[in-house]
T-cell receptor, first 112, second 115 residues
């Protein structure tokens, strides 16, 4: 069975600092995808970054990077130079067998 | 280019009633997935439609059913509503080709309240 675990219910970070949001996963699939989404209070899920299971290099998208450690089955999101607008819920998700599995999310609060 | 749209935005229903939610995918997308997100939880996969067929289903009872039309838009139907069905229902569409790189675009959701 596939599973995503996010162990940090809430995180605080000072504006302009970097923050790491943790995500571990479990799957028996050889080929899978890992994603991070941001969900502001408005409710819409916003795609941030993607990492394929066969990708050897860590994915980066602007201020977002994904620290992929396949042997540890972890896919942590790193946000550099945090901004007040980064305050939101963040979900780690995995794609496999025609469906997504989401974690329970981490609520990030950026402090001025 | 319009993104994923959903209607209605909000809905209030009484226990035992039936509800239909609608979704129009992003232009060029032919696969639609539905998710239920309870307050404070992550989205839970309900089912996915591709080529007008249900391709995969999550752990939801038969009260949850869906449909995809030839224009790729989709409906989610929930019968015999329970209080526990109160949630945000998210629709997501994705690129034509399956495979691992399967980024989904989400709509703004429909907030369903069952009283």
């Amino acid at each position: 069975a596939q599973k995503i675990t996010q162990t940090q219910p809430g995180m605080f970070v000072q504006e302009k600092e970097a923050v790491t949001l943790d995500c571990t996963y479990d799957t028996s699939d050889q080929s899978y995808g890992l994603f991070w989404y941001k969900q502001p209070s408005s409710g819409e899920m916003i795609f941030l970054i993607y990492q394929g299971s066969y990708d050897e290099q860590n994915a980066t998208e602007g201020r977002y990077s994904l620290n992929f450690q396949k042997a540890r089955k972890s896919a942590n999101l790193v946000i550099s130079a945090s901004q007040l607008g980064d305050s939101a819920m963040y979900f780690c998700a995995m794609w496999g067998t025609y469906k997504y599995i989401f974690g329970t999310g981490t609520r990030l609060k950026v402090l001025a | 280019d319009a993104g994923v749209t959903q209607s209605p935005t909000h809905l209030i229903k009484t226990r035992g009633q039936q509800v239909t939610l609608r979704c129009s995918p992003k232009s060029g997308h032919d696969t639609v997935s539905w998710y239920q997100q309870a307050l404070g939880q992550g989205p839970q996969f309900i089912f996915q439609y591709y080529e007008e067929e249900e391709r995969q289903r999550g752990n939801f009872p038969d009260r949850f059913s869906g449909h995809q039309f030839p224009n790729y838009s989709s409906e989610l139907n929930v019968n015999a509503l329970l209080l526990g069905d109160s949630a945000l229902y998210l629709c997501a569409s994705s690129y034509p080709h399956g495979g691992v790189n399967y980024e989904q675009y989400f709509g703004p959701g429909t907030r369903l309240t069952v009283t």
